[in-house]
Every structure is written in C-alpha cells, then in structure tokens.
T-cell receptor, first 117, second 115 residues
Framework: GAVVSQHPSWVICKSGTSVKIECRSL??????MFWYRQFPKQSLMLMAT?????????EQGVEKDKFLINHASLTLSTLTVTSAHPEDSSFYIC?????????????FGPGTRLTVL | AQTVTQSQPEMSVQEAETVTLSCTYD???????LFWYKQPPSRQMILVIR??????QNATENRFSVNFQKAAKSFSLKISDSQLGDAAMYFC????????????FGTGTKLQVIP
C-alpha cells in the first residue's frame, strides 16, 4: 500500500513555543490530507481537513489560529501548533487519501507524539 | 450526524480461538464505507478490512471477516485463529462515499490475546 510519513515522530517543547509537524505522502499525490488528535486510550478525533492549494477546513471546536495547517504541495501538509501549552500534549496523526484507488483509500502516518513542558 | 459505537472497551481471547468485536453506527446515507482499523502499541493505524455498503456479501481478509447487517446498522469483526500479534486496539470507522469525505471513528476495543 501507499506510504505516509510524519516528521518528527516525537517532539518535546517548552510552553509558549511553536512546533511544526510534517506529513508526507511518499509514493502518491494527495490533494486532501487529514489531521487527527488522539489522547491516551481514546479514539482519533479529526481536527481538520487539509486541501492542497486552499484553506484547511477545521472541525467544530478546533482553533484554526492555534493549529495552523498548510498544504503547499500534493505530497506535503504541515501542522503548526502555535504557542503550545501542556494541554496540547497529545499524539497527532495525519492521513492522506489516495484518489487513484477505486475506494479512495486512506493511509495513515505513524503519528507524532508532542509533549509540552 | 454520523456516529460509530463500540460497546466493548476491552475483550480477551485465547490464542487460536475466535473472537467477535461489535460495532454499530448511525447514518442516513445509503452509500458509504465501513472499516476496521488495528492500532498496535506502535500507534500505526493499519487497515484490517473494508466493506462497501452497497455490497451484500460480507468482506473477508484471511482470518478476518465481518458480519455486515445494513438494516440493523451493525458491523462486527470476527477474528479467527487468534494470534498474539492480533493484540491491539481495534477501531470501527465509517465514511460516506466520495473522495473528500472524512472518517468517523468509534471509541475502540482493546483486544488482549492470552497465550
């Protein structure tokens, strides 16, 4: 299947700083990528849909000014957590939709663990 | 709004035995996909099996099969000949057909495999 990578896999930052997480589709083009957040022992909650060349669509309750999403190319989307605070500590997962498959299958990255001190 | 419900937070099965994980969903759509994803301790989400709602035949993938009851909006996963590597969180998920539709996940079932 198609491969989606995330970088970094693990990051620790100080409160008040910003952190950027990259999501890349390695062997297919993804006009749409999705960003999820997963708290320990909980399910994946969709934060936003990232659209190449246009603004991201945020889910209700997600602060778009805090979680900046940029989808500058067909293979890269970035999520920037601005002015991070300890409550932003979580596991962030991206996924990309491969529209070349008949079922538009979604492939997930390995996730990024963010710890804010 | 679409919702996905997994009523079993945890399940356990003896190695080589069979276990069934339950999932129900709520939707007013007629054309959609249902999925079971596995999330091992590595946290990498792995697609286990997929079912198209318009197909009456239940999907199977080796030791994994589903019981899809469209009228009852039920989508259970059966794991046969359970192996130690099957131990993981299992998420049931739903998506309306269409390239840009989001996936809604259930709360997950933690499966323990007992040697």
């Amino acid at each position: 299947g198609a491969v989606v990578s995330q970088h970094p896999s693990w990051v620790i930052c100080k409160s008040g700083t910003s952190v950027k997480i990259e999501c890349r589709s390695l062997d297919f083009q993804a006009t749409t990528m999705f960003w999820y957040r997963q708290f320990p022992k909980q399910s994946l909650m969709l934060m936003a849909t990232s659209n190449e060349g246009s603004k991201a669509t945020y889910e209700q309750g997600v602060e778009k000014d805090k979680f900046l999403i940029n989808h500058a190319s067909l293979t890269l989307s970035t999520l920037t957590v601005t002015s991070a605070h300890p409550e932003d500590s979580s596991f962030y997962i991206c996924s990309a939709r491969d529209l070349s498959t008949g079922t538009n299958e979604q492939f997930f990255g390995p996730g990024t663990r963010l710890t804010v001190l | 709004a679409q919702t996905v419900t997994q009523s079993q937070p945890e399940m356990s099965v003896q190695e080589a035995e069979t276990v069934t994980l339950s999932c129900t969903y709520d939707t007013s759509e007629s054309d959609y996909y249902l999925f079971w994803y596995k999330q091992p301790p590595s946290r990498q989400m792995i697609l286990v099996i997929r079912q198209e709602a318009y197909k009456q035949q239940n999907a199977t993938e080796n030791r994994f099969s589903v019981n899809f009851q469209k009228a009852a909006k039920s989508f259970s996963l059966k794991i046969s000949d359970s192996q130690l590597g099957d131990a993981a969180m299992y998420f049931c998920a739903y998506r309306v057909s269409g390239g840009y539709q989001k996936v809604t996940f259930g709360t997950g079932t933690k499966l323990q495999v007992i040697p």
